[in-house]
């Protein structure tokens, strides 16, 4: 009877432990627990991609400046959704913000899917996945915005309407 007692009380004197040591360590975490790729609050990381007319684009040529950033491809069935809302939005706000669309399969026919959605906001090509790699992309559509002075301050996975467009863009 006195192994037992000293057995059981060893045993809650382990269990106790490990759970205060587990919780001691999720207090130390500084990403939130459901964030996936590149988090919030972090400086958004430079590129330097080619756009459809094989100019060169860097995020750091719109410092000063808020950037809605999206990660797309023509394959995406929710990317191609939230082109007309992108549109919209640009054609709404595209003085106060930069709308940059980097496409992750340029070896499609990026140019003719541009053209077939009607969209002339800025789209780059992601030719050796640098941007994708850089911004952790783990699901597409992904959007960053990006404040004027280069940090993250919101994210979206998945295909967006206008309205959080607009709202993700008054909150920054």
Do not use: H
């Not at 913000?97 to 789209?123: H, S, T, W």
């Not at 911004?135 to 280069?150: A, V």
């Amino acid at each position: 009877m006195f192994k037992k007692m000293i057995a059981a009380a060893v045993l809650f004197v382990l269990v106790t432990t490990g759970i205060v040591q587990a919780v001691e360590k999720d207090e130390t975490k500084t990403e939130p627990v459901n964030q996936t790729g590149l988090g919030i609050g972090l400086k958004a990381p430079e590129f330097e991609l080619k756009n459809l007319q094989g100019e060169t684009v860097k995020l750091s040529d719109y410092e000063g400046k808020k950037v809605m950033l999206n990660f797309w491809a023509t394959w995406c069935p929710p990317c191609k959704a939230e082109m007309p809302d992108i549109q919209k939005f640009y054609s709404e706000k595209g003085d106060e913000i930069a709308i940059l669309a980097i496409n992750i399969d340029p070896q499609y026919d990026v140019a003719g899917f541009a053209k077939e959605m009607r969209v002339n906001f800025p789209i780059l090509l992601d030719e050796e996945e640098k941007a994708a790699k850089a911004y952790q992309i783990l699901t597409i559509p992904t959007t960053f915005f990006i404040d004027e002075k280069g940090i993250i301050r919101n994210k979206y996975l998945s295909a967006m309407s206008i309205d959080i467009m607009r709202q993700y863009t008054d909150e920054m």
